[in-house]
């Protein structure tokens, strides 16, 4: 079973930033990630997507030019570098990922597998 473990959540100030990690077991190798994201009341929103070996990612205009999702193979991480953050960005952040080398990838929910527990993001004006 794939587990995906998520930390770096936490509080920030407007304008400040913070870099969220997920890992998985040396056992599995990530192909295809994600970042989502859901705030109370809101749905879910797909934030950042990526895959390895591929140089183009996808990112919701809302995070567009201050959010960054990469990955480090060698440590099985995927990242995801929030910049001048908007008190807007307070939500619960998801990491999702596949681990199948034919994945498909995407800022769509139903593309993933496998998702972290989630890390709490807060941002005070």
């Known amino acids: 079973q794939v587990q995906l473990v998520e930390s770096g959540g936490g509080s920030a100030q407007a304008g400040g930033s913070l870099r969220l990690s997920c890992t998985t077991s040396?056992?599995?190798?990530?192909?295809?990630m994600a970042w989502f994201r859901q705030a109370p009341g809101k749905e879910r929103e797909g934030v950042a997507a990526g895959r390895v070996g591929v140089t183009s990612t996808y990112y919701a205009d809302s995070v567009k030019g201050r959010f960054t999702t990469s990955h480090d193979n060698a440590k099985n991480t995927i990242y995801l570098q929030m910049n001048s953050l908007k008190p807007e960005d307070t939500a619960m952040y998801y990491c999702?990922?596949?681990?199948?080398?034919?994945?498909?990838?995407?800022?769509?929910?139903?593309?993933?597998?496998?998702w972290g527990q989630g890390t709490q993001v807060t941002v005070s004006s």
């Open positions: 999702a990922a596949d681990v199948s080398p034919g994945c498909r990838w995407g800022l769509l929910a139903s593309l993933y597998n496998f």
């Open positions: 040396d056992t599995y190798s990530i192909y295809c």
